[in-house]
């Protein structure tokens, strides 16, 4: 088959299965290998997985593009800093991973106006591309359903074979769900500051980052800091995990051995897909939701 499509749930080890499945084609250099996805943290802790750079990295590493990169969906156009190419990827494995939010991210994001239609173009060739050459399609996704398998199948303008994979496995884990009414996260964010006194340690995910967000991350940080002050924070957005003089620079890519070291941690969806916290250090998750991100991006954030 050449469209092969997996929905497992979240922490099942999509990822995993994807490292050992191109791990001989990376090794022998046989086939390129490209990932395509819709956050940056996500592209940079999964290609490093693989074995492969991101499109960032290209020029640090001795391979460079030789056996493929992972980049997001955003740079998938000739003027972008990969410079694409679609003809370059001739017989390549090509997966999406989180499909259903890199389509909602290409045909929703602000980051893909500009260049949306250039980059669906884009796309459609190189996925024609691919299969006419002997490659392969790899979608992978919690929440897959029909819209994206329907999605690729029309920028090739046909369906070729496909092979369909569905992990029904559900989780023993129980875990005990309270809902806040209301608009107004304040009598939430009360009930926090109630358990972080009792020295409780807290996730709290919320959907905005900018200044200008009253809920978002860098207003709640300076909240917690100014009322709170031996209080250990972690600040995790696009802003502070790139910036090298912050201390969550780079962390997505060792998030367990850094979210031990704090007391709350306030996060952007920045970590919402393709990250695991696995270590048991939170005593609850918390999060403020406003309306920004799908459906099925808060449930993977939670």
């Given at each position: 088959?050449?469209?092969?499509?997996?929905?497992?749930?979240?922490?099942?080890?999509?990822?995993?299965?994807?490292?050992?499945?191109?791990?001989?084609?990376?090794?022998?250099?046989?086939?390129?290998?490209?990932?395509?996805?819709?956050?940056?943290?996500?592209?940079?802790?999964?290609?490093?997985?693989l074995g492969i750079p991101f499109v960032s990295q290209l020029k640090d590493t001795e391979q460079g593009s030789l056996f493929g990169y992972g980049l997001c969906i955003d740079s998938l156009h000739p003027q972008s800093q990969a410079k694409f190419t679609p003809r370059e990827w001739r017989g390549a494995w090509v997966i999406i991973d989180e499909i259903q939010q890199v389509i909602w991210h290409l045909l929703s994001s602000s980051t893909c106006q500009k260049e949306r239609v250039v980059i669906i173009k884009t796309l459609k060739e190189l996925l024609q591309t691919v299969?006419?050459?002997?490659?392969?399609?790899?979608?992978?996704?919690?929440?897959?359903?029909?819209?994206?398998?329907?999605?690729?199948?029309?920028?090739?303008?046909?369906?070729?074979?496909?092979?369909?994979?569905?992990?029904?496995?559900?989780?023993?884990?129980?875990?005990?769900?309270?809902?806040?009414?209301?608009?107004?996260?304040?009598?939430?964010?009360?009930?926090?500051?109630?358990?972080?006194?009792?020295?409780?340690?807290?996730?709290?995910?919320?959907?905005?980052?900018?200044?200008?967000?009253?809920?978002?991350?860098?207003?709640?940080?300076?909240?917690?800091k100014r009322k709170y002050p031996t209080l250990k924070i972690l600040r995790i957005d696009s802003e502070s995990v790139a910036n090298p003089e912050h201390e969550a620079f780079g962390c997505t890519e060792n998030l367990n051995k850094v979210v031990v070291n704090y007391d709350l941690v306030v996060s952007s969806p920045t970590v919402e897909t393709g990250v695991s916290i696995d270590v048991q250090h939170f005593n609850g998750v918390w999060l403020i939701g406003q309306g920004v991100q799908t459906a099925d991006g808060v449930r993977q954030f939670l």
């Open positions: 088959a050449q469209l092969i499509a997996v929905k497992a749930p979240k922490g099942c080890g999509k990822t995993q299965w994807l490292q050992w499945l191109t791990a001989p084609q990376i090794s022998s250099g046989e086939r390129r290998t490209l990932l395509i996805t819709h956050r940056i943290q996500l592209g940079l802790q999964t290609t490093n997985r299969v006419e050459t002997g490659g392969k399609i790899f979608l992978c996704d919690a929440d897959l359903n029909d819209i994206a398998i329907e999605f690729i199948e029309g920028l090739l303008g046909y369906s070729p074979e496909r092979f369909l994979l569905v992990n029904e496995f559900k989780f023993n884990d129980f875990w005990t769900i309270y809902k806040f009414g209301g608009k107004n996260p304040a009598g939430m964010i009360a009930e926090l500051e109630h358990r972080l006194q009792n020295g409780e340690k807290a996730l709290l995910c919320v959907s905005g980052q900018k200044a200008k967000s009253r809920w978002g991350t860098q207003v709640l940080e300076e909240h917690f």
